[in-house]
């Protein structure tokens, strides 16, 4: 047991260290959790879809399988968990968060590798749900009118499709594409705290 979670601790470190500042500022400490939790477990039949789908190329790999099926999976748990008195960012980061978790135990069992893939691979997850949670929440008023609810829905998801997809591509491809995922990885890792922090000030004046 005790080899396990050595193991394991890497791979879950970075999202539970995060989770525990988002914990600290957010009133639906209980809900994040949650949907923390929630967001690990999903991303099993989430994952399992996505390796059943055919992937004749790298492209669909990336951004049909991979991209469109655990995004769409994620955008859902967004909406679903969060409370109709607000609280779509911190939602957001646990689902991220939880994702991710998962996603990293399915890498090698050696810590070094996995501290890797969890540095790299909680960016994606992170910043897909904060950016969908941020879409949503500015069309708000918007998704509410039938007319114009399924483009938005659909433009909201296809955000989270683009950059899933395109981190995902390149590592399916040849050397030395993968390596785009390290400035990749640090963007998105920039785009994730601009978006907590105005989130932690919109609380804190609030």
Request: proline share 8%; with cysteine.
């Amino acid at each position: 047991m005790e080899n396990i979670l050595v193991s394991f601790a890497p791979a879950l470190l970075p999202s539970i260290i995060l989770l525990l500042l988002v914990l600290k500022r957010t009133e639906y400490r209980k809900r994040v959790v949650l949907v923390f939790a929630t967001g690990y477990f999903a991303a099993i039949p989430a994952l399992l879809l996505a390796v059943s789908i055919p992937v004749p190329t790298p492209v669909i790999r990336a951004y049909l399988a991979a991209g469109l099926v655990e995004e769409t999976v994620k955008l859902l748990l967004i909406l679903v968990a969060t409370p109709k008195s607000g609280g779509r960012t911190p939602v957001a980061a646990a689902a991220g968060m939880g994702f991710a978790g998962f996603e990293n135990l399915l890498t090698p069992q050696i810590p070094s590798i996995l501290l890797l893939r969890s540095v790299t691979a909680l960016p994606l997850h992170l910043a897909t749900c904060l950016i969908m949670a941020r879409l949503v929440d500015g069309r708000a008023n918007q998704l509410t009118r039938s007319e114009h609810s399924f483009g938005l829905w659909l433009g909201t998801l296809s955000i989270g499709v683009v950059i899933h997809g395109t981190y995902d591509l390149s590592l399916f491809l040849p050397p030395p594409f993968p390596l785009f995922v390290v400035p990749m990885s640090v963007s998105l890792m920039g785009i994730s705290f601009m978006l907590l922090r105005q989130w932690w000030r919109e609380s804190s004046s609030g």
